[in-house]
């Protein structure tokens, strides 16, 4: 699979203009030097070969001593300089891994290149298209292209490796990786054998898949078109395709059968690069601690669960919260159970002193779960303390017996129905009459309430 993940920087590969936005005003960030004017001059991004060499590190990569850009030639009317400047023979990176699901996917190459502009059909598809617009903010882009060998076996495994790899991106802080700005798009390549036999069957290419759920269809798609071929006596034709999304198919792009040949030569403009080992260092001991060595610690450590693991292990900042937290004095299973059905859906954080606060507050039984959510929201709101809140709310928990008794009394009377199926073995007419307890007083102590009423009710 090749995956194309643009680096977080501020301005172009080769030039000053800044990277902009999606939907910004068309060829608003442009100059002489993406537009391939005549007698210009190309210098790289030093940000987007720092990006660059830290993914390669992350992977594992070796990074040679030398690496050069080149020149692949081809014409289109999105490349205006008629070359898109790329990296061929002298790549930035080799021989890296990824670790996916206990599985190892080895990584062939990390290396820099441009992005293309942007082509617009009125009418939006190409062959009925009545005019054609060309917008190149995203030309000259900074594009780490990052290759695995043939590793991946299913469609199932290629969606777990393009999630595995963003989160590494993210976290590393190469790139944001958002798929749905055009940030990483992945190209799969897609062959399929006979059980037992070793051989790869004949390939085709995926173009442009833009998110994980695509990717995913995408594959499956594929993987039967190609059965059905062959299975009908008929061969697969080594191709581009593409995804459609409105009709959830692939569709032929355009045929290799004569290989595409690009005169790649080493671009003339751009000395080769040396890379001092001393900044590559550097580079090395700068990197956090990576998402596998995360999740492992989290196991570890705090014998959390695989699910909790899943969504905090993903998510550089969740899991800094939930250190921070655990650092503060809270128990880890209950910041983890917090983090996870409480702060990861809302996508606010609170700081990691409130959090911990906040789970004291519940795990002591100064107040109830219900209470405790309200406090959460206000305090990533406002950044004051759950103590403060839960105090000018006049929240607490009341655990006394009779003062609850009386309580439940009063919902057993209000709920005749539920009171009677409940009796009447439907064990979960208990909920109605919970929830309409916890309306009645918030600040119950649902356990020694919920005991009360099955007291009462038995
Ligand atoms: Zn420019």
Not at 180 to 196: F, L, V
Not at 316 to 323: C, I, K, S, V, Y
């Amino acid at each position: 699979m090749e995956v194309h993940v643009q680096p977080r920087t501020r301005s172009k590969m080769f030039c000053g203009c800044a990277i902009g936005e999606l939907g910004d005003a068309p060829n608003t960030h442009v100059c002489e030097v993406c537009l391939g004017l005549p007698g210009v001059l190309p210098v790289p991004n030093k940000a987007a070969v720092e990006a660059c060499l830290k993914t390669a590190l992350a992977l594992g990569c070796e990074i040679p001593r030398h690496t050069k850009f080149d020149r692949k030639n081809y014409m289109y009317p999105d490349l205006p300089k008629g070359y898109q400047i790329s990296q061929y023979d002298l790549p930035m990176s080799i021989n890296g891994h990824l670790d996916v699901g206990g599985r190892k996917v080895r990584i062939r190459r990390v290396h820099l290149e441009e992005d293309t502009g942007k082509l617009i059909h009125a009418g939006d598809k190409l062959h009925k298209a009545w005019e054609s617009y060309v917008d190149l903010n995203r030309a000259g882009v900074p594009l780490m292209e990052i290759v695995s060998e043939p590793d991946l076996r299913s469609a199932d495994e290629a969606r777990d490796y393009a999630i595995e790899l963003r989160t590494l991106l993210r976290t590393i802080g190469a790139s944001e990786a958002e798929m749905e700005k055009g940030q990483m798009r992945a190209e799969p390549n897609i062959s399929i054998r006979r059980e037992g036999s070793s051989e790869l069957g004949v390939k085709t290419e995926l173009k442009n898949i833009n998110s994980f759920r695509a990717l995913h269809r995408a594959i499956l798609f594929e993987v039967e078109r190609q059965k059905q071929l062959l299975e009908a006596g008929d061969t697969v034709v080594q191709e581009t395709r593409g995804w459609s999304e409105a009709e959830q198919r692939t569709f032929s792009q355009r045929s290799k059968e004569f290989a595409e040949d690009y005169r790649y030569f080493p671009e003339p403009d751009i000395p080769p690069l040396e890379l001092d080992r001393a900044w590559i260092e550097d580079l090395r001991r700068g990197l956090p601690e990576l998402p596998a060595v995360r999740r492992a610690r989290l196991v570890a450590d705090h014998s959390l669960p695989h699910r909790d693991v899943a969504v905090i292990g993903a998510d550089r900042e969740l899991a800094d919260l939930f250190d921070g937290a655990v650092a503060a004095g809270a128990p880890a299973k209950q910041v983890a159970n917090w983090i996870v059905a409480e702060v990861a859906p809302s996508g606010k954080l609170p700081s990691a002193q409130n959090l911990a606060e906040l789970v004291k507050l519940v795990s002591d039984g100064s107040i109830t779960r219900d209470q405790a959510r309200e406090v959460l929201v206000e305090s990533v709101e406002t950044g004051r303390t759950p103590a403060e809140i839960a105090a000018e709310h006049g929240h607490k928990q009341v655990s006394d017996e009779s003062e609850l008794r009386v309580l439940a009394e009063a919902v057993i009377d209000a709920n005749p129905k539920a009171a009677a199926d409940f009796r009447g073995g439907k064990k979960q007419a208990m909920q109605a009459l919970m929830a309409d307890l916890r309306k009645r007083a918030p600040q119950a102590n649902p356990k020694v309430a919920n005991e009360l009423l099955l007291k009462l009710l038995g």
